[in-house]
C-alpha cells in the first residue's frame, strides 16, 4: 500500500504531465517503431532528439527540466506488469546509456504511465545545463520478459536485433 506522500507525489507529477501534454502539437506525439519481428509484442522508439529547445521547466517541479511523448503501447497493462526501459545517448559519443543516469554534474531520469491506455514517456533533467543528445526506449509487456538484462544496450541490441 502506498503512504499518502507517495499518492500526492504522483499525483502531482500526473497533472504536471498531463498539462504538459494539453499543450502539445501532434507533432510531439511519437509513435513507437514496427513491431521487433522476432518479438511482436515488443515495440522500440526511434532515437528522439532533445535539444535544449525541447525541454521544458516543470511547472509543479521548477528544478527539473522536462520533455514528454506520448505512446500507446505503453498500457495500464505495461506499467503493472511490464517493462519500460529507456536509453540516452549524445551525438558526439558512440556509448548508449540506460536511464537514469548521471552524467558529470548532470542527472537524467525518466518516467512513464497511462493514463485510460494512453501511456506517456517523460524524461527529467535537473534545472541549469541541460544535456542534449537522442533518447529511445522500449516497451516490454510481461509476457515478452525474457532473460535479456535490459539495463545494458548491447545486450538489448542483440536480443531484438536492432540495427542503428
Same mark, same amino acid.
Given at each position: 500500500?502506498?503512504?499518502?506522500?507517495?499518492?500526492?507525489?504522483?499525483?502531482?507529477?500526473?497533472?504536471?504531465?498531463?498539462?504538459?501534454?494539453?499543450?502539445?502539437?501532434?507533432?510531439?506525439?511519437?509513435?513507437?517503431?514496427?513491431?521487433?519481428?522476432?518479438?511482436?509484442?515488443?515495440?522500440?522508439?526511434?532515437?528522439?532528439?532533445?535539444?535544449?529547445?525541447?525541454? *521544458?521547466? &516543470?511547472?509543479?517541479?521548477?528544478? #527539473?527540466?522536462? %520533455?514528454?511523448?506520448?505512446? @500507446? +503501447? /505503453? *498500457?495500464? &497493462?505495461?506499467?503493472?506488469?511490464? #517493462?519500460?526501459? %529507456?536509453?540516452?545517448?549524445? @551525438? +558526439? /559519443?558512440?556509448?548508449?546509456?540506460?536511464?537514469?543516469?548521471?552524467?558529470?554534474?548532470?542527472?537524467?531520469?525518466?518516467?512513464?504511465?497511462?493514463?485510460?491506455?494512453?501511456?506517456?514517456?517523460?524524461?527529467?533533467?535537473?534545472?541549469?545545463?541541460?544535456?542534449?543528445?537522442?533518447?529511445?526506449?522500449?516497451?516490454?509487456?510481461?509476457?515478452?520478459?525474457?532473460?535479456?538484462?535490459?539495463?545494458?544496450?548491447?545486450?538489448?541490441?542483440?536480443?531484438?536485433?536492432?540495427?542503428?
Amino acid at each position: 500500500m502506498m503512504s499518502v506522500p507517495t499518492i500526492r507525489f504522483i499525483a502531482v507529477l500526473l497533472i504536471g504531465q498531463l498539462g504538459l501534454n494539453a499543450c502539445q502539437t501532434n507533432t510531439d506525439i511519437v509513435l513507437p517503431s514496427t513491431a521487433i519481428g522476432t518479438n511482436p509484442k515488443v515495440t522500440v522508439s526511434d532515437w528522439i532528439a532533445i535539444t535544449d529547445e525541447t525541454w *521544458t521547466i &516543470s511547472a509543479k517541479a521548477p528544478q #527539473l527540466h522536462i %520533455a514528454g511523448f506520448v505512446d @500507446s +503501447a /505503453v *498500457t495500464n &497493462s505495461v506499467v503493472e506488469n511490464g #517493462l519500460v526501459v %529507456a536509453f540516452y545517448r549524445h @551525438s +558526439a /559519443v558512440e556509448e548508449v546509456y540506460p536511464l537514469p543516469v548521471a552524467i558529470g554534474n548532470q542527472a537524467i531520469s525518466f518516467t512513464y504511465y497511462a493514463m485510460n491506455d494512453k501511456g506517456i514517456i517523460s524524461f527529467q533533467q535537473k534545472a541549469g545545463q541541460t544535456l542534449d543528445g537522442e533518447y529511445r526506449w522500449i516497451v516490454v509487456p510481461k509476457e515478452a520478459a525474457k532473460n535479456v538484462n535490459w539495463t545494458d544496450y548491447d545486450e538489448v541490441k542483440q536480443a531484438l536485433h536492432l540495427k542503428e
